[in-house]
Nanobody, 122 residues
Framework: VQPVESGGGLVQAGGSLRLSCEAS????????MAWYRQPPGQQREFVAS???????TYADSVKGRFTISRDKDKNTVYLQMNSLRAEDTAVYYC?????????????????WGQGTQVTVSS
């Protein structure tokens, strides 16, 4: 079973959106979760992660604008996106159960959601 994303849509530049990712199992059993995105014609890239202990990491391009959080009761991870820019336009994916290595978050290749489209109009 894969995580399930929701919350994407069309928003004007400067606006906000909140994405949700419902995990396939209880968050306490998952080492870490993360958000990635794939802009049109580009490769998938890391956005943010949250470890079981609550530590968060962010890509430089979203620091100060995006916030990853979780609700353990709902087994859901969120991505609050503020001050959106046209370059944030992408399909956003949730990844469940990755690990941390020296280079940062290493995704679990067997546990991707289906993705949710975020389009920011300039």
């Amino acid at each position: 079973v894969q995580p399930v994303e929701s919350g994407g849509g069309l928003v004007q530049a400067g606006g906000s959106l909140r994405l949700s990712c419902e995990a396939s199992r209880t968050l306490s059993a998952i080492n870490a979760m993360a958000w990635y995105r794939q802009p049109p014609g580009q490769q998938r890239e890391f956005v943010a992660s949250i470890a079981r202990g609550g530590t968060t990491t962010y890509a430089d391009s979203v620091k100060g604008r995006f916030t990853i959080s979780r609700d353990k009761d709902k087994n859901t991870v969120y991505l609050q996106m503020n001050s959106l820019r046209a370059e944030d336009t992408a399909v956003y994916y949730c990844n469940e159960g990755g690990t941390y290595v020296s280079g940062g978050y290493l995704p679990n290749r067997r546990s991707w959601g289906q993705g949710t489209q975020v389009t920011v109009s300039s």
